[in-house]
C-alpha cells in the first residue's frame, strides 16, 4: 500500500528521547514511517508494539522480531499491552487523524476530491458508516456533529436539508452530499466547507474524540515515570484536548489546589508547540496543520 513520509518524523520520534533496551508504543501505524524510526534507534534489547485498526494499514507489518503490530483501536492500549505482559512503557507516539493513504483511496469516501461511497471508517469492523449519519441521524444529532465537530455555524440549515432531501432519495455517495448542500458551497469556499462537513461526520463515525480522550487517560497509567508522550494533531478539537491534558492531566475545568493554592499535575511539558517547516509542507501537504506537543510524566 502507497503511504505518504511520516509529518515530522525526526521531531515525534526524538521527542520520545528513546533508550535502547526501552518498550515503546506508535499508536497510529499506517505506512510504518514513525515505526521504523523507532526501531532504528532501539538496540537488540528494546520493544516495540503498534497499533492500527485499517486493515489495509496491516499490510505494511515490519519483519522484525522486536516489533509486534495490534490490529486493534489504540482506545484499548492498555488491555492489550497487558495481554502481551506489558504494564509500563517508555514512551508512546500518537499521530492523529486520517492518514494520507485513507484520503488517496476514493472508495474510502474521505477525500472532498473524488467521489466515493459514504464510509468513512478507520476500520471496516466499525457499524456505524458515514452513510448511517448522513441517512439515520435525526436533526438534532446532525445539528449537534455540525456544530462541535465542523464548527460550522449554519448547522441547523445544514441538518434540514440533509433531512428534507434524503425524505425523497437516500443520500448514497459524497457526489449525493455534495449537490445536496451546493447552496452552502460558495465556489471560493467550497473546498474549506467541504472539510468542515466530512471532518464532523468523520468524527462522529469513529468516535474520534471519546477515542482521544480514552487513550489520552490510559498513557498516564501506562507510561513510566519520565516516560514521554508525542502526539501530533490537526484540528483544533484534537490539540485542544491534547494540550489540556498535558497542562493539567484533565480535558476541562482545574485541579484541586491544596490549602496553598498548589496543585500537582501529571505530566512536565517539553519544549514547546512544534510546527512543520514551510520545506516540509512543500513536500507534504498534509503536515501543514499538524502541531506536535510532547510531555514526560512526572
Keep these: 500500500m502507497e503511504y505518504h513520509n511520516p509529518v515530522l518524523l525526526k521531531e515525534t520520534v526524538d521527542g520520545l528521547n528513546i533508550k535502547p533496551d526501552g518498550v515503546y508504543v506508535d499508536v497510529t501505524f499506517g505506512g510504518g514511517g514513525h515505526s521504523k524510526e523507532i526501531l532504528s534507534r532501539l538496540g537488540p534489547n528494546g520493544k516495540l508494539f503498534a497499533f492500527d485498526q485499517d486493515e489495509d494499514a496491516w499490510e505494511n507489518a515490519l ?160 507510561l513510566n515515570e519520565e516516560g514521554r508522550l508525542s502526539v501530533i494533531s490537526y484540528h483544533s478539537l484534537e490539540d485542544r484536548l491534547v494540550k489540556r491534558f498535558m497542562k493539567n492531566g484533565m480535558f476541562e475545568g482545574e485541579p484541586e489546589r491544596d490549602m496553598f493554592g498548589r496543585f500537582e499535575v501529571p505530566f512536565k511539558l517539553i519544549g514547546k508547540l512544534i510546527v512543520p517547516t514551510e520545506e516540509e509542507i512543500k513536500i507534504n501537504n498534509r503536515a501543514r496543520s499538524a502541531k506536535l506537543r510532547i510531555a514526560e510524566k512526572r
Aim: charged share 30%.
Design 63 to 222: 519483519a522484525d522480531e522486536r516489533f509486534t503490530l495490534i490490529k486493534e483501536n489504540f482506545r484499548y492500549i492498555k488491555n492489550f499491552l497487558r495481554f502481551y505482559g506489558i504494564r509500563k512503557v517508555d514512551g508512546i507516539l500518537a499521530d492523529l487523524g486520517v492518514s494520507s493513504h485513507q484520503f488517496d483511496v476514493p472508495e474510502r469516501g474521505f477525500s472532498t476530491r473524488f467521489d466515493g461511497e459514504l464510509d468513512m471508517r478507520m476500520s471496516k469492523k466499525n457499524e456505524i458508516s458515514a452513510y448511517t449519519v448522513v441517512n439515520e441521524y435525526d436533526d438534532k444529532d446532525l445539528r449537534r456533529i455540525f456544530l462541535e465537530y465542523g464548527e460550522l455555524k449554519n448547522a441547523p440549515a445544514l441538518a434540514r436539508t440533509i433531512i428534507e432531501a434524503r425524505e425523497k432519495e437516500s443520500i448514497v455517495n459524497t457526489e449525493d452530499l455534495k449537490q445536496v448542500l451546493s447552496r452552502f458551497l460558495p465556489a471560493h469556499k467550497a473546498n474549506k466547507i467541504l472539510a468542515q462537513i466530512y471532518q464532523a461526520i468523520r468524527i462522529e463515525v469513529n468516535q474520534e474524540m471519546e477515542v482521544l480522550k480514552e487513550f489520552l487517560q490510559q498513557s498516564l497509567e501506562v
